[in-house]
């Protein structure tokens, strides 16, 4: 029986899925939007806005998530350069730092949206990164 139960909870152990560590919204933010929004999210004035009070950023979610997968202005699209995890993660983040309190998130959030606007999937690939 002892081979048996051994065998059976290896069989599960190799069928479960390995799930990445969730993503850090503040590494996140610091590698990809302190340069331009500052570390503080008050931004540089005339150049990059101010996250921190930021009516759109703590609206409604998919109004700043579609800017992190479109682009807009001058701000470039992070669609094949973050994953749906870490830009849920650094979504969360700004929407909740700074004194801003909006709601975070979810990674299947980014998802569905990336899919409702036809944004092409996160590669992983050594090319990329656009930035």
Not at 97 to 118: C, F, I, K, Y
């Amino acid at each position: 029986m002892k081979g048996n139960a051994l065998a059976a909870l290896a069989a599960f152990a190799v069928a479960l899925p390995l799930h990445a560590a969730a993503a850090d919204g503040k590494a996140v933010y610091q590698k990809n939007c302190a340069a331009c929004h500052q570390a503080t999210g008050k931004g540089i004035p005339g150049a990059f806005p101010a996250l921190a009070g930021n009516t759109f950023v703590q609206g409604p979610a998919r109004d700043p998530a579609s800017v992190l997968l479109k682009g807009r202005g001058g701000m470039p699209d992070f669609s094949q350069s973050l994953n749906d995890g870490d830009i849920a993660a650094v979504l969360t983040y700004a929407r909740s730092s700074w004194g801003n309190q909006a709601p975070g998130l979810s990674e299947g959030d980014v998802t569905t949206l990336r899919t409702e606007m036809s944004v092409g999937m996160f590669s992983a690939g050594q090319l990329s990164n656009k930035h």
